[in-house]
């Protein structure tokens, strides 16, 4: 199954035919709950309207993991079965989960200053998420730093196992630290069971932008793998013209 | 064995040689260590209360004007298609110089990093446990720092790149740390914190001299 898909032109097959499926759901589910976020959906009884701001915040914390999750996997296939297309996958998702990082970011700093006052706060959570977004970045800089593309391409790969192993580890030192030098600074707001009310646009969120995300990634791979068709054929060009002449 | 041992007094000697190199981390960290006070203002108990984190990023930072040169002569004149090749492992060679970086640059940070320490006016009980958790502390920087080295080895920018990769790993080690440090000065128990720092020491010396080989063969081929 997964040699299968390491040709190329066997992976656009199945891509191309996948492809409309994923893009009219992402299509479908945000606009759905979009609009279960925005108009069915009750105020919160004490954050009022900012709780909106959940809507898209929660769904890009999970992708913004889900992201790292599958680049973890996409590289570790890619090492272990020398699988080119995973390569390029991981690499296509890499800016994908960035973004995704730092809306989760930017959402939660918007929504920061209404709840706590403050755009920030060196809470646990938002600090591993900051370190998650400067991981991102790390990949994203040695997968480009160097002249040959499948150098950098397997270097991240190493890069992004070390950084998955050492994810749980940060993530745990960061809630030591912070129950070490912040004891409750900040009076983090319990959320009671969430009603099915604000369950629904939430869930709908988060499949649509799971969907998006897998649409994202297949047109970055697609458009990467063209490319390197288009650099092959140039190449065998010019060797002809070489040859030729 | 042998070669493990020839390797780390062969570039223990390669560093004696070229002194400066390791002159300069310790000048970095006892300069950008002093510039604090300039910055934040010599009140004494703020200096004490700042000593353990100041100590722990100057010498992470400082450390990471030394990895660049880890593996790069190496690469460039040859001898480490020859370490690849070797019938010696490859991941034993890379702990070899992991070993040799540490004794160079790491032991003189933390030789130096007490001085530092009074400077700032940290209070005296907590030199000891700064001493214990520094040599934890540079070893494991030393590890991970030798996994970027290998990494962005023959790259576009390395010593840029490198910082963004390794800095954030080392996230931990500056946690427990300071922590360490900050707690023995509190009076509290402080084994906690070094049994992590351990931890991470002994799982980075799993991890790292097997990352740093992986990383090692792909950019010698």
């Known amino acids: 199954m997964l040699q299968k898909y390491a040709n190329p032109k066997r992976f656009l097959t199945l891509a191309n035919s996948v492809l409309p499926w994923t893009t009219c759901a992402t299509v479908i589910l945000i606009v759905a709950g979009l609009y279960f976020a925005f108009a069915a959906s009750p105020p919160d009884y004490q954050q009022g ?50 973004c995704f990082t730092l809306i989760c970011l930017a959402t939660g700093s918007l929504w920061g200053k209404p709840m706590w006052g403050t755009w920030w706060v060196w809470d646990a959570r938002l600090t591993s998420v900051l370190i998650l977004f400067f991981l991102y970045l790390g990949f994203i800089a040695l997968a480009n730093a160097f002249d ?15 950084g998955g192993i050492n994810l749980p580890i940060i993530k745990f030192s960061v809630d030591w630290w912070n129950t070490l030098h912040q004891p409750a600074s900040v009076s983090k707001i319990d959320m009671p069971s969430i009603h099915s009310s604000m369950l629904t646009p939430l869930l ?28 092959a054929l140039r190449a065998a060009k010019i060797h002809a013209e070489v040859a030729g002449g | 064995m042998t070669a493990f041992f020839a390797l780390i007094k062969r570039d223990i ?16 960290f006892v300069i950008s260590a002093s510039l604090f006070p300039f910055g934040v203002g010599a009140e004494p108990n703020l200096l004490a209360r700042m000593a353990p984190g100041v100590l722990w990023v100057t010498a992470l930072l ?31 060679s890379a702990l070899a110089k992991i070993a040799a970086h540490w004794i160079t ?36 920087i030393s590890l991970i720092g030798a996994l970027g080295a290998a990494l962005t080895l023959g790259s576009r920018r390395s010593g840029v790149l490198l910082s963004l990769l390794i800095l954030p790993l080392a996230v931990p080690v500056l946690i427990f740390g300071s922590g360490a440090v900050e707690a023995s000065i509190g009076g509290y128990p402080v084994s906690q914190q070094l049994l992590m720092l351990s931890g991470l020491l002994l799982a980075c010396l799993v991890l790292c001299p097997w990352g740093c080989a992986a990383a090692l063969r792909i950019a010698n081929e």
Do not use: C
């Open chain 1, 49 to 98: 309207q900012t709780v909106r701001i959940m809507y898209v915040h929660v769904p890009s914390a999970w992708m913004a993991m889900f992201a790292y999750a599958f680049i973890v996997v996409a590289s570790a296939v890619g090492l272990i079965w020398k699988h080119p297309v995973a390569h390029v996958g991981a690499l296509a998702a890499a800016p994908i989960g960035a």
């Open chain 1, 148 to 162: 040959d593309s499948s150098r950098g391409e397997k270097a991240s790969a190493i890069l992004a196992l070390i």
């Open chain 1, 204 to 231: 709908l969120m988060g499949i649509g932008f799971t969907a998006l995300f897998v649409t994202l990634v297949i047109i970055r791979v697609r458009a990467e793998l063209a490319s390197r068709r288009i650099n």
């Open chain 2, 13 to 28: 000697r390669i560093a004696l040689r070229q002194l400066s190199d390791t002159l300069i981390v310790i000048v970095f």
């Open chain 2, 62 to 92: 400082s450390a990471m004007l030394s990895f660049d040169r880890l593996f790069q002569n190496d690469f460039e004149d040859g001898t480490l298609e020859l370490l690849v090749i070797a019938p010696q492992p490859l991941w034993l």
């Open chain 2, 105 to 140: 640059t790491g032991f003189p940070v933390l030789l130096v990093a007490p001085l530092i320490g009074i400077m700032l006016n940290l209070k005296p009980e907590g030199l000891a446990v700064l001493l214990a958790a520094m040599a934890l502390g540079t070893s494991i």
